[in-house]
């Protein structure tokens, strides 16, 4: 199956920081999309971003399927953008289309 | 604001008891996930769903588990005889298609 590896593992910021989160991938997708988990455990999906560029608000994400790789940017952190941020992905038609791989997570602590 | 539902929240149950957990799709997704949340494992998808019909069930242990889903609007994910070892957090995810996954808040389950 696809292997999905994220970085950094853990990431500690002041609040106002800017940060970048990583995710690599090794075989092509057609389906890419980046999760927030915050610490109440509820998992929001941010982007749904197979491949280009999509901004929302102080967050955007880029993917370039074609090295197999999305980053997440997050802009002007703020506390409430702590937690844990997935990356997700899948390949396939038929039977697994939507069928999604996720990665490990990238734990974010933004402090006062 | 259409949201993907589940009940119980949390379960506490002893060994060898049955467990079912429900999930209320939003109206109109046409795709239903369920997914295994741990600390070792990470999120890991036990099932999902097409028009109803299940097409990957790959994930799951088939001699203890199995997902239904009897209409449109519920399915359910059961686990008989329940071991300590399925002591975890299983979520349920509703869309059209392979496009963006939208998540419950989550059956928290612990098994004494």
């Known amino acids: 199956g696809i292997q999905v590896e994220q970085s950094p593992p853990d990431l500690i910021l002041q609040e106002g920081a800017n940060s970048t989160l990583r995710c690599n991938f090794s075989?092509?997708?057609?389906?890419l999309q980046w999760f927030h988990q915050n610490p109440w455990g509820q998992l929001i999906n941010l982007f749904y971003?197979?491949?280009g560029t999509k901004q929302n608000g102080r967050l955007s994400a880029t993917t370039v399927a074609t090295e197999r790789y999305s980053l997440l940017y997050i802009s002007s952190s703020q506390t409430t953008d702590s937690g844990v941020y997935f990356c997700?992905?899948?390949?396939?038609?038929?039977?697994?289309?939507?069928?999604?791989?996720f990665g490990q997570g990238t734990i974010l602590t933004v402090h006062p | 604001d259409a949201r993907v539902t589940q009940t119980p929240r949390h379960k506490v149950t002893e060994m060898g008891q049955e467990v079912t957990m429900r999930c209320q799709p939003i109206?109109?997704?046409?795709?239903v996930f369920w997914y295994r949340q741990t600390m070792m494992q990470g999120l890991e998808l036990l099932a999902y769903?097409?028009?109803?019909?299940?097409?990957?069930d790959s994930g799951m242990p088939k001699d203890r588990f199995s997902a239904e889903m009897p209409d449109a609007t519920l399915a359910t994910l059961k686990i008989q005889p329940s071991e300590p070892r399925d002591s975890a957090v299983y979520f349920c995810?509703?869309?059209?298609?392979?496009?963006?996954?939208?998540f419950g808040p989550g059956t928290r389950l612990t098994v004494l």
């Open positions: 971003i197979p491949s």
């Open positions: 769903f097409r028009n109803r019909a299940p097409l990957d």
């Open positions: 995810a509703s869309g059209l298609g392979g496009g963006t996954q939208y």
């Open positions: 109206l109109g997704h046409n795709t």
């Open positions: 997700a992905v899948g390949k396939g038609g038929g039977t697994s289309y939507g069928k999604l791989t």
């Open positions: 075989d092509s997708v057609n389906n």
